[in-house]
């Protein structure tokens, strides 16, 4: 899976967290069969409510593509893609990992 947070890739220790681009913490989840790297459990927890999500609502496989803008304050910006489909939405969370907020974006 490609992860794009605020422009720059993401994922790995040494990119950033998948969630949030923190190069901090030493969390690791495989999603999707990738071994992705957060820099936090809340970070993970949010990540994993984006792909499930993105799933269910825009009827998407197996994520290949994600890119994410915006931050915990301002809420974030996703397009999720499976290798036929995108899905986008705009998204806020909880202090725990939890959406509170979801709104489908200009999905065809």
């Given at each position: 899976?490609?992860?794009v947070?605020?422009?720059?890739?993401?994922?790995?220790?040494?990119?950033?967290?998948?969630l949030?681009?923190?190069?901090w913490?030493?969390?690791?989840?495989?999603?999707?069969?990738?071994?992705?790297?957060?820099?936090?459990d809340?970070?993970?927890?949010?990540?994993?409510?984006?792909?499930?999500?993105?799933?269910?609502?825009g009827?998407?496989?197996?994520?290949?593509?994600?890119d994410?803008?915006?931050?915990?304050?301002?809420?974030?910006?996703?397009?999720?893609?499976?290798?036929?489909?995108?899905?986008?939405?705009y998204?806020?969370?909880?202090?725990?990992?939890?959406?509170i907020?979801?709104?489908?974006l200009?999905?065809?």
């Amino acid at each position: 899976m490609i992860v794009v947070v605020n422009g720059y890739h993401a994922g790995t220790k040494e990119t950033g967290c998948a969630l949030c681009g923190g190069t901090w913490g030493n969390h690791y989840e495989i999603i999707e069969g990738d071994n992705l790297f957060f820099c936090c459990d809340i970070c993970a927890k949010a990540f994993k409510n984006i792909i499930n999500e993105a799933k269910k609502r825009g009827k998407l496989n197996k994520i290949d593509y994600i890119d994410i803008k915006g931050n915990f304050y301002k809420g974030r910006t996703i397009e999720a893609k499976d290798s036929e489909r995108s899905y986008k939405f705009y998204v806020k969370f909880s202090d725990e990992g939890d959406i509170i907020e979801l709104k489908e974006l200009n999905n065809a």
